[in-house]
Every structure is written in C-alpha cells, then in structure tokens.
T-cell receptor
Framework: NAGVTQTPKFQVLKTGQSMTLQCAQDMNHNSMYWYRQDPGMGLRLIYYSASEGTTDKGEVPNGYNVSRLNKREFSLRLESAAPSQTSVYFC????????????????FGAGTRLSVL | GESVGLHLPTLSVQEGDNSIINCAYSNSASDYFIWYKQESGKGPQFIIDIRSNMDKRQGQRVTVLLNKTVKHLSLQIAATQPGDSAVYFCAEKRGSNYKLTFGKGTLLTVNP
C-alpha cells in the first residue's frame, strides 16, 4: 500500500517551459488536493478535486491547471513556468463520505521539489 | 519566538522533556483542527485531530488542547525524543467543503 505517490521527486525548469506533476493514490479516496510550500510558509492550496470529475480553485491557482484523470490520479500542470513557481509541491488525498472524524484527515505524498531558473 | 519574515517559530527542548507547541487560529467558525508533523525532506504526516465540540484529546504521547474562547490550539508531546524533531503544523477546517487552512509551522529541535 503506497498511499500517495508523486512524480517526479525533483525537477529543474527554465522560465517558460511547461511540465506536469503527477499524483496517484491507492487508498480509494474521493478528494485530492495540490499544495505548494515555500520557505517559512505553511501549505497553500492551489487546486482541489472534491470528487472524480470536479475541480476547484484554491488560494493560489494562478499559473496552474489541474486534471482529475480518474479517481486515482490528479495532475498539476504548469503551462509556462516562472521563477515565482519555484517551490515544493505536495499532493494529498482524503476519504470523503464516511461518518466520523477520519473523513477530514488528508494524507500527503513526499513532494516534488521544483526549481524554475 | 515569533516568526519574522521567513523564519519559523522555533522550540528547542532537551530529550525527555515535555514540549508544548502553540497555534492561534483566526476563524471562530472553524469546527475541526488537525496537527501534522513534517520531517525534513518529507511530506506532512497526521498526528492528531480534534473537533470543536471537544476541549482535549489524547493520543500516544501527544495531547491536543483547544481553547475556543481565545481561539488557541496546543500540541503537547510527552517525553520528547530526538525523532520528534520536525516542523509541526496546525490546520483548521472551515465549513463543509473539507479544505484545510494551514498555519506557518513551528520548528521543534530536540537536543540529546
């Protein structure tokens, strides 16, 4: 049981290049999230998908697009990378639709460290 | 201490001591709170959570206290170990859309 898997682990881009960060979860979770983490900052929500087929903007969506490919996979795309997008990106998933407190816990991947030069 | 610019609040303790990490939240409508631990180079890991209808919840070596009057949350770690060294984040949930809003974190360093 791998949990939440993110690829790649590291990436260096030049300004203007595009790339897609991949995320997959094997826990049969309904909701998935993309965050960025900058030095000295907490996690900021970029986009989320409450369920398969739906996506919504978070706190910092500008410069990003997402695709909920299926229940397992949620990708984050940078169409034209900028130095301000240098960050560590985390994907998370959550089991929705159950009673009890466990439905609120988000489980995180190990992160993708992205540098844009 | 307080965070200034990019610097996280830090807490340094001796191995075996108890640690208390504090968190202030802003929204009185928040109904759920959660603590995460993040070790260097890793993703956040769930520690413990609490609903707003509770004041205290205990886990293994950890206790979360919630004071809704002053909108304050704390994480207590008993008998702190070197493996507890990490950044600790609190997060709150507001409403029914299941999004979490994270604080900036506190760096805990445990000295052997």
């Amino acid at each position: 049981n791998a949990g939440v898997t993110q690829t790649p682990k590291f990436q260096v881009l030049k300004t203007g290049q595009s790339m897609t960060l991949q995320c997959a979860q094997d826990m049969n979770h309904n909701s998935m999230y993309w965050y960025r983490q900058d030095p000295g900052m907490g996690l900021r929500l970029i986009y989320y998908s409450a369920s398969e087929g739906t996506t919504d903007k978070g706190e910092v969506p500008n410069g990003y697009n997402v695709s909920r490919l299926n229940k397992r996979e949620f990708s984050l795309r940078l169409e034209s990378a900028a130095p301000s997008q240098t960050s560590v990106y985390f994907c998370a998933s959550r089991l929705q639709g159950t009673s009890g407190r466990s439905k609120n816990i988000q489980y995180f991947g190990a992160g993708t460290r992205l540098s844009v030069l | 201490g307080e965070s200034v610019g990019l610097h996280l609040p830090t807490l340094s303790v001796q191995e075996g001591d108890n640690s208390i990490i504090n968190c202030a939240y802003s929204n009185s409508a928040s109904d759920y709170f959660i603590w995460y631990k993040q070790e260097s180079g890793k993703g956040p890991q769930f520690i413990i959570d609490i609903r707003s209808n509770m004041d205290k919840r205990q886990g293994q070596r950890v206790t979360v206290l919630l004071n809704k009057t002053v909108k304050h949350l704390s994480l207590q770690i008993a008998a702190t170990q070197p493996g507890d060294s990490a950044v600790y984040f609190c997060a709150e949930k507001r409403g029914s859309n299941y999004k979490l809003t994270f604080g900036k974190g506190t760096l805990l360093t445990v000295n052997p």
